[in-house]
C-alpha cells in the first residue's frame, strides 16, 4: 500500500476523529447514568461557536485565548445540557423527544447560528487556532511522528479523556455509583446513592464534553464559522457509544475509523482519483449504518454493555 | 463518602422541597387537555421574548413584525399557508409514527426522496397534463418516500437497529443525493439548456400544464397541496381511532405484550407505520415541486428544514392528526416569518430558537397531564 497515503489517511481521520472522541465521551457518561441524550449535535454546535467567539474577539496571548475558548465552550455546553437534565430528570419527559427538542433549539438553525448572526461571526477568520505540537522533536521519525508527536493539545488531551474516563468508571467509587445507577436505578436508590444527583451530574458533564468536542472544529479543523459546522458529528457520536459497546476504548478505536472515512475523499481526490464529491460525504453517514446493523444484529442481541436503565425515567415510587 | 454516612443528609434535602410528582390515575378532561397546549405555547412565546430582551432586540417589535408577516401583512396569509402546506405532511409523518412509539426522525430525507421522484414523474408526463400528472407524481412520491422510510423500518424490524440513527443518517444522504442530482452531475433533473447552465445550475422545469392549480379568492391563494394535506389528516385520524389496523397500532404503541399476546404482528405494523410515515413526508415534497417550486430545488427543499419542524409541529398536536392541521398553520406563520422577515430582529436562526422552546414547553407541559404536583411531605 502506498506508505504516504497511509499516514495522511490516519493523519487526518485523528484530526476529524477527535471532536467524536471528546463528544462520544460525554455521550457514554450520559448513557451509562441512564440518560439518552439526543441532543449531542446541539450541544456540540454551541460549544463550536462559544470557542469561535471567543477565539476571534478576545485579544491576547494564544496560550491563555485558547483554552478560555475550550473552558467557555464546555460551560456553555453543560448549561444546553442542563435543559434536558431538568426535562427528562426532574420532569420526567420522553429523552427521545426532548433530545431532539435541544438539537433543534440549539442546533444549525437554531440557537447557535442565532448566536452566530447577532455577534457577526461569519466571513472572517478566527485570530487563534490550535496549533501541531512537535512533542520531544519527535515529528519527523517516519510514520509514528506525524501521528503521535505532531498534533494539537486538544488531541493530547483528548487521549488523557480517554485514560481518566475509562479510569473513573471501572475504578473510582463515583464511577461504581454511576455504573449502579445506569443498571439498577432502584437497587442504586436503595443503597443510598442519589439517582437523580448521578444522572444530572454525568448528563451535565457530558454537555461539557460535547461541547469541546465542538470547540475542535472551530478551533482545529475549519477557520472560519459555518452553520452546522459539526455536519452531523453530534449524531455519529451518539452511533459510536453503541458501536463502542459503552466503552471508552471502544469510543477512541470508533471515532478514528469514522475520521479515517470522512478525510478519504480529500485525500484520494488530492491524489487525483476522480468520484463525485457527494459519494464520499456520504461514506460516514453509511458507514454509521452499516456499523449500527451489524452491531445489532450479531452482537447486539445480548446487549453487550448497554446500561439497563437507558432510557428509561426514574420514580421511587415506580411511577 | 460510605454510602452508611448518607441517609441523614439528604433526608434533611427533602424536607427542604415540599412539593413531588405524583402520577395522576385518572385520565384529565377535554378542556384540561386542549388548554395544556395553549399554557405551554404562552410560556415558550414569554421565554422567547426573554431571550430577544437579552439580545438586545426589543420583544414586542419582533412580535408585531411576526404578526404582520404571517397574518396581517398584504398576502401574508397566503405567505404562511404556503409555509403550513410541508409542514402539514412533514407533521402528520411524524405524528403517525411518534404516537406509535416508532422514532421517524427522517422525514426530512423523506422529503426529498419525495420532490425528487416527483419532480423526475412531473417532468417526464408534465406535457400530457395534469389529469396524468398529478396522480402519477402523487403515486412516485409516495412510493419512493415508503421505500427510503423501508429501509430503517425493515433494519429495525428484523435486525434490531436502531431507528433513530439511521433514520437521521439517511436525511444526510437524501440532502446528498438532492446536490449530486443538481449541482454535480448532467442528471435528468437539471436543466441543461440555457447558456448559462453550467454556471447556474438548476432543476429542469415542469411543463407549465402540470403545475398544480391553488384555489384563489378573497385575495387567499390556497395550494392544492394544503387541500390534500388536511383531507390526509382526516384520513389518518379515522385510520387510528375507527379501523381495526389502527387499533392494533394503538395497543402495540401502549403495551406492546398485551399486542404480542393478542397474536398482533408487531413487526408488519412496525414497518406499516414507518412506510406510512415516509409516504406522508414524501408526499410534502410532491407538494414542494408542484405546488410551489416547479423544479427541483436543492436550497429551497434543505433550508426550511420542514422535516425537523414536523417533529415540533407533531408535538405541538400531542400526536393527533386533526390537531396537526392547527398547529401546522402556527409553526407555518413562524417559518414564513423566519423565511421573509430575514432581518436583524428576526433572522431566519430564531425559528429553530423558537421551535426548540415550544418543544421544551410542550414537553414539560405534558407531565401536568401525566402527572399531579402534591404539596406537602410524603
Not at chain 1, 479523556?161 to 461504581?176: A, E, Q, W
Not at chain 1, 470547540?215 to 452546522?228: H, K, M, N, V
Not at chain 2, 442528471?187 to 441543461?192: E, T
Not at chain 2, 408535538?315 to 390537531?323: E, G
Request: aromatic share 8%; glycine share 12%; net charge positive.
Amino acid at each position: 500500500m502506498n506508505h504516504g497515503l497511509f499516514v495522511a489517511l490516519l493523519a487526518t481521520g485523528i484530526l476529524y476523529g477527535t471532536p467524536l472522541v471528546i463528544a462520544g465521551l460525554g455521550e457514554l457518561l450520559a448513557e451509562r447514568s441512564g440518560v439518552l441524550n439526543l441532543g449531542v449535535e446541539g450541544m456540540m454546535l454551541m460549544g463550536a461557536v462559544t470557542a469561535f467567539w471567543v477565539a476571534r474577539g478576545v485579544a491576547g496571548p494564544s496560550i491563555l485565548v485558547l483554552p478560555l475558548a475550550i473552558v467557555l465552550a464546555g460551560v456553555v455546553a453543560a448549561a444546553t445540557a442542563t435543559i434536558h437534565a431538568f426535562l427528562t430528570i426532574t420532569l420526567r419527559t420522553n429523552q427521545i423527544v426532548s433530545g431532539l427538542a435541544l438539537t433543534i433549539f440549539a442546533g444549525a438553525s437554531g440557537l447557535s447560528s442565532y448566536i452566530a448572526t447577532v455577534a457577526g461571526l461569519g466571513g472572517s477568520p478566527a485570530t487563534h487556532t490550535l496549533r501541531a505540537i512537535n512533542v520531544f522533536g519527535l515529528k519527523n521519525v517516519p510514520v509514528l511522528g506525524p501521528l503521535l508527536f505532531d498534533e494539537n493539545a486538544l488531541v493530547y488531551v483528548s487521549w488523557l479523556m480517554v485514560v481518566g474516563v475509562s479510569l473513573y468508571i471501572n475504578r473510582t467509587r463515583p464511577g461504581l455509583h454511576l455504573r449502579a445507577v445506569g443498571e439498577d436505578p432502584h437497587a442504586a436508590d436503595s443503597m443510598g446513592i442519589s439517582v437523580t444527583r448521578v444522572r444530572y451530574a454525568h448528563t451535565i458533564a457530558g454537555g461539557a464534553f460535547a461541547g469541546i468536542g465542538g470547540a475542535f472544529y472551530t478551533l482545529a479543523i475549519s477557520p472560519e464559522w459555518s452553520d452546522g459546522i459539526t455536519n452531523g458529528a453530534g449524531w455519529i457520536a451518539i452511533a459510536l457509544v453503541i458501536f463502542a459497546f459503552w466503552r471508552p476504548t471502544g469510543v477512541l478505536a470508533g471515532a478514528y475509523l469514522f475520521g479515517v472515512v470522512t478525510s478519504l475523499g480529500s485525500n484520494l481526490e488530492a491524489r487525483g482519483v476522480q468520484l463525485p464529491s457527494e459519494l464520499f460525504t456520504a461514506l460516514p453517514y453509511l458507514l454509521t449504518m452499516i456499523v449500527l446493523v451489524v452491531v445489532s444484529s450479531g452482537l447486539g442481541k445480548r446487549r453487550l454493555g448497554a446500561p439497563a436503565g437507558l432510557g428509561i425515567p426514574y420514580a421511587r415510587d415506580g411511577g | 463518602m460510605t454510602a452508611t454516612l448518607q441517609p441523614p443528609v439528604r433526608r434533611r434535602a427533602a424536607q427542604a422541597v415540599p412539593v413531588r410528582l405524583e402520577r395522576r390515575l385518572d385520565q384529565p378532561g377535554r378542556i384540561h387537555s386542549a388548554l395544556l397546549p395553549v399554557g405551554s405555547l404562552l410560556l415558550a412565546m414569554v421565554l422567547v421574548g426573554v431571550l430577544l430582551g437579552i439580545a438586545g432586540h426589543d420583544p414586542f417589535a419582533a412580535l408585531s413584525q411576526v404578526v404582520s408577516a404571517a397574518v396581517t401583512g398584504q398576502g401574508s396569509i397566503s405567505a404562511t399557508l404556503t409555509s403550513a402546506t410541508p409542514l402539514l405532511f412533514t407533521g402528520l409523518a411524524a405524528a403517525v409514527a411518534f404516537r406509535m412509539r416508532i422514532w421517524n426522525i427522517g422525514g426530512e430525507g423523506q422529503l426529498y426522496i419525495g420532490a425528487i421522484c416527483a419532480a423526475g414523474v412531473g417532468i417526464a408526463t408534465g406535457a400530457s397534463g395534469l389529469a396524468v400528472a398529478l396522480p402519477l407524481m402523487l403515486i412516485a412520491a409516495a412510493l419512493g418516500g415508503a421505500l427510503w422510510a423501508a429501509i430503517p423500518a425493515l433494519l429495525r424490524a428484523f435486525l434490531n437497529t436502531n431507528e433513530i440513527l439511521t433514520s437521521l443518517m439517511l436525511n444526510y444522504v437524501a440532502g446528498l443525493l438532492l446536490g449530486y442530482l443538481i449541482l454535480d452531475s448532467t442528471s435528468y433533473w437539471r436543466d441543461m439548456s440555457g447558456p448559462t447552465a453550467l454556471v447556474y445550475p438548476q432543476g429542469k422545469s415542469l411543463a407549465s400544464a402540470a403545475f398544480w392549480p391553488g384555489f384563489t379568492g378573497g385575495g387567499l391563494i390556497i395550494p392544492l397541496g394544503l387541500v390534500f394535506g388536511v383531507a390526509l389528516a382526516v384520513l389518518v385520524f379515522v385510520m387510528i381511532r375507527h379501523t381495526w389496523f389502527g387499533y392494533q397500532l394503538r395497543v402495540t404503541a401502549d403495551n406492546a405484550q398485551a399486542g404480542r399476546y393478542a397474536g398482533m404482528a408487531s413487526r408488519r405494523n412496525l414497518v406499516a407505520v414507518m412506510m406510512l410515515s415516509g409516504a406522508l413526508a414524501a408526499l410534502g415534497g410532491a407538494s414542494q415541486v408542484g405546488d410551489f417550486s416547479h423544479l427541483l430545488d436543492p436550497s429551497g427543499l434543505q433550508q426550511p428544514q420542514y422535516g425537523y419542524t414536523g417533529i415540533v409541529v407533531a408535538a405541538l398536536a400531542r400526536y393527533n392528526p386533526l390537531a396537526v392541521v392547527l398547529s401546522a398553520l402556527f409553526l407555518g406563520a413562524i417559518t414564513n416569518a423566519g423565511l421573509n422577515l430575514q432581518s436583524a430582529t428576526f433572522p431566519q436562526s430564531l425559528t429553530g430558537v423558537i421551535e426548540g422552546i415550544i418543544l421544551f414547553c410542550v414537553l414539560g407541559g405534558e407531565v401536568l397531564s401525566r402527572y399531579r404536583f402534591v404539596w406537602g411531605r410524603r
